[in-house]
């Protein structure tokens, strides 16, 4: 009975060739977010969707894009990688408040290596 | 802008008592969120605090004061599974949720 799904759960990529990291969501939730987490340190906030409003966050680099095709996916693109770019991405979905709840469920994560 | 601070790191023995203190200043408020990470593994929910006071479940309690920017975690009867990252987050108020993280604090249990 996951409720938040992220593949794959480990990704190696090449510097500078493109990647596509996916989560898919079966709680119908309004809010999708995309974490960056680099080891010891807090997740990082890139954005949010809430339904198809798309929120960058004003440091998020240009090469992070992100896609919500339907309610229950929503896509991280990282167009060039770099070395700087490994980390744990995290998928994470929320009623945003519409049920007097602002919880975030979180994704098991994926892990991004760049060789 | 949401500042949040939050001790790096804390030792306790099995069975102890851990509080985990966070101070938090937010140009906006609507309630705060505790988080535990294992190492490799996505953030669980704790507990949620919206009204001043303190939310008591099982072995973890949270507490919050809003006029003085405050909560805290408290860890009863410490077991070595407690030891983790504890992430304290605001919720933006006006933001469908966005929540803010502190840095986390690393708890280890010894022995």
């Known amino acids: 009975d996951a409720m938040v799904i992220q593949n794959p759960r480990y990704q190696v990529t090449q510097f500078g060739k493109p990647v596509t990291l996916s989560c898919s969501q079966t709680l119908n939730h309004n809010v999708m977010y995309w974490y960056q987490q680099k080891s010891s340190q807090a997740p990082k906030l890139l954005f949010h969707y809430y339904d198809k409003d798309f929120n960058n966050e004003a440091d998020t680099p240009d090469n992070f894009q992100s896609r919500r095709p339907n309610t229950s996916f929503c896509f991280l693109d990282i167009r060039s990688p770099g070395l700087g770019d490994a980390a744990m991405y995290l998928c994470a979905t929320s009623s945003g408040g519409q049920d007097s709840s602002y919880e975030q469920y979180f994704g098991p994560g994926t892990r991004l290596t760049v060789t | 802008g949401q500042n949040i601070d939050q001790p790096t790191e804390m030792t306790a023995t099995e069975g102890a008592i851990v509080q985990i203190n966070c101070t938090y200043q937010?140009?906006?408020?609507?309630?705060l969120f505790w988080y535990q990470q294992h190492a490799g593994e996505a953030p669980t929910f704790l507990s949620y605090n919206v009204l001043d006071g303190l939310e008591e479940k099982g072995r973890f309690s949270s507490f919050l004061s809003r006029s003085k920017g405050y909560s805290y975690l408290l860890l009863k009867e410490l077991q070595m599974k407690d030891s983790a990252s504890y992430l304290c987050?605001?919720?933006?108020?006006?933001?469908?949720?966005?929540?803010?993280f502190g840095a986390g604090t690393q708890v280890v249990v010894t022995p």
């Open positions: 937010t140009s906006g408020f609507n309630g």
């Open positions: 987050a605001p919720v933006k108020e006006d933001s469908w949720g966005k929540l803010q």
